[in-house]
């Protein structure tokens, strides 16, 4: 007699579109350590490997387009994709070529996060990219994530006060994402508290609207930072992929984020801005409690 076939259950599947940190801390690496703990099916398409540690990147090496699109391919015509997490696309090209995949394949959830400089200041992405994001990819969107610096590089001017979020926010709503997600973990002067800023569309009583939500959380007195915003969009995209919708998705994922930051300022790793602790609800790095 046979045995009987268990019921399949639901785990969301969650596909990144990104590039290799060979440190672990950010891209692809971290993505799939934030997909995982939050109860996810992680799958990749790398666009680029990059020799990366905690002090920075000392060399980039992109992957061949029909590399990437195969890769996609690969993922979606098997495993299926409830969402698709965009980080590192280091040239128009690749732009174009993930663009062109997400479209063939009709994916109707996407979150960007368009990673243009990282943590250590190293460029990951220049203007032609930034304008080919803004064309390929932006009207695809579901959410864009960008950090101040990437926000002042897409509309060419500096955001460096929380005053500026709301027109920089309408102004980044206006190029073509359902929403809009400023994160102002690079505010000058490093102040006690920490403002992101989120507006969306949506409707009400039958009519199309835009909301906004301002989510302030507390500022962790740590240099381990890095890969936080690829862990902050994945976890979104997670979320998102397990029906939690977007003002909750990000409430919670800022939420996971800042614990990890938390978890994390007890790690020794690297000479550099270290790590989050992604796996804090497994493994907790507090010292215990004296009796």
């Not at 220049?126 to 926000?151: C, S």
């Not at 006690?192 to 949506?202: P, T």
């Amino acid at each position: 007699m046979k045995p009987s076939t268990p019921s399949p259950i639901f785990i969301p599947k969650v596909l990144s579109i990104a590039g290799s940190d060979s440190g672990g801390g950010a891209g692809i690496q971290a993505d799939l350590k934030v997909i995982t703990a939050l109860g996810g099916f992680g799958m990749t398409a790398i666009t680029a490997i990059t020799a990366q540690n905690t002090m920075g990147v000392t060399r980039i090496q992109d992957i061949d387009l029909d590399v990437v699109e195969a890769q996609i391919d690969a993922v979606v015509t098997d495993i299926g994709v409830d969402i698709v997490k965009i980080g590192m696309l280091a040239s128009p090209a690749i732009v174009k070529t993930v663009a062109r995949c997400l479209k063939k394949h009709q994916i109707k959830q996407i979150v960007l996060d368009p990673v243009l400089m990282a943590t250590s200041g190293a460029s990951l992405g220049g203007d032609d990219t930034a304008k080919a994001m803004v064309a390929e990819l932006f009207p695809l969107t579901t959410i864009i994530t960008p950090n101040l610096h990437e926000a002042s590089i897409l509309l060419g001017r500096p955001i460096q006060k929380t005053s500026h979020f709301k027109e920089a926010a309408q102004e980044l709503l206006a190029m073509g994402p359902k929403a809009v997600l400023i994160k102002g973990g690079h505010l000058e002067g490093e102040p006690k508290d920490l403002l992101d800023y989120l507006i969306w569309h949506d409707m009400k009583d039958g009519e199309p609207v835009v909301l906004h939500q301002e989510f302030l959380h507390p500022r962790i007195p740590t240099l381990n930072t890095h890969g936080t915003g690829c862990s902050l969009s994945s976890a979104i995209a997670t979320y998102l992929a397990d029906k939690h919708d977007l003002k909750h998705s990000v409430a919670k994922a800022i939420s996971f984020v800042t614990a990890a930051i938390e978890a994390g300022q007890r790690l020794d790793i690297g000479k550099g801005p270290g790590p989050l602790w992604h796996m804090h609800d497994f493994y907790p790095t507090k010292l215990p409690e004296a009796d």
